[in-house]
């Protein structure tokens, strides 16, 4: 079955802790994203990679941080240095067989602190 | 600095009507112009996108209108159903980027 597998659904922190959220792909996309969700202010990218063990910044990065080693999977770490890391966190790929492709989403992990 | 201003933030409507949408943008960048609908629980979904050479696009009941001298586009929903209710984000493209806006949370009543 393709497609994007988030993992866990529901993850929570304690202070001080880092945590990872998991982000695997069989679509044979490229490109791999980490947006985080509030209520009312959209989607925020946090970091993206285009390719393997390469990864940018994004809007948001503080606090985070990723690695991509494999073309199927991009971790997301919330480090302990995130002060408010309560969110909906989403990851969506892209394939670069043409201009425009859509990004494509997982179905998220809920991040809450203890 | 938000690139993608969308409005209303919260649309009720009555099932049979239309629901419209609207986004703003400043970034003259932006080349695709996608909206993605959002169920509760679920990551957004691709719901139909725009390029800035079209100023109409239409799938089914949905419809965007773009005006791009205004750098202004909107969804327009026909014959909406509850179905259709969710969250609803605009977005504008530049490279292999996205931007959203802040989300319409649409209700469509019985």
């Known amino acids: 079955d393709g497609g994007i597998t988030q993992s866990p659904k529901y993850l929570f922190r304690k202070e001080g802790q880092n945590v990872t959220l998991s982000c695997e792909q069989n679509l044979n996309h490229d490109a791999m994203y980490w947006y985080r969700q509030d209520p009312g202010q959209g989607l925020r990218l946090i970091y993206y990679s285009q390719i393997v063990n390469d990864f940018q910044k994004g809007d948001i990065a503080e606090g985070y941080s990723v690695s991509r080693e494999k073309k199927e999977s991009f971790p997301l770490t919330v480090t302990s240095a995130q002060k408010n890391p309560t969110a909906f966190y989403l990851c969506?790929?892209?394939?670069?067989?043409?201009?425009?492709?859509?990004?494509?989403f997982g179905d998220g992990t809920r991040l809450s602190i203890l | 600095q938000q690139q993608v201003k969308q409005s209303p933030q919260s649309l009720i409507v009555q099932k049979g009507g239309i629901s419209i949408i609207n986004c703003a943008y400043e970034?003259?960048?932006?080349?695709?112009f996608p909206w993605y609908q959002q169920f509760p629980g679920k990551g957004p979904a691709l719901l139909i996108a725009i390029r800035p050479d079209v100023s109409e696009k239409k799938e089914g009941r949905f419809t965007i209108s773009f005006n791009k001298s205004a750098k202004q586009f909107s969804l327009h929903i026909m014959d909406s159903q509850p179905g259709d209710s969710a969250t609803y984000f605009c977005a504008g493209t530049s490279g292999s980027r996205l931007t959203f806006g802040e989300g319409t949370q649409l209700t469509v009543n019985p």
């Open positions: 969506a790929t892209r394939g670069q067989g043409y201009a425009r492709e859509p990004q494509h």
């Open positions: 970034n003259t960048a932006f080349d695709y």
